[in-house]
């Protein structure tokens, strides 16, 4: 392992591996979101949140259309 990279980190998919919810730490093997957006500023912000607790996880700009 003497490869020199400049990434600070290395982004590694695992698969195997579910995401827990930071809220209630139940599994997320799926997030639910508001998929038509909302306005908050400029464009559509997407918001994502646990299906367990319902808290938000986080949001997304996006530009679907
Ligand atoms: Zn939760």
């Not at 020199?4 to 290395?10: D, L, N, S, V, W």
Request: glycine share 10%; charged share 20%; aromatic share 12%.
């Amino acid at each position: 392992m003497s490869t020199k990279t400049e990434a600070p980190f290395a982004v590694v998919d695992r698969r195997d591996l579910t995401p827990l919810c930071p809220h209630c730490s139940a599994e997320l093997p799926e997030v639910y979101t508001h998929g038509r957006g909302f306005p908050l500023g400029q464009g559509r912000t997407f918001v994502y949140f646990c299906p367990h607790c319902v808290k938000v996880l986080g949001f997304a700009q996006g530009r679907v259309f």
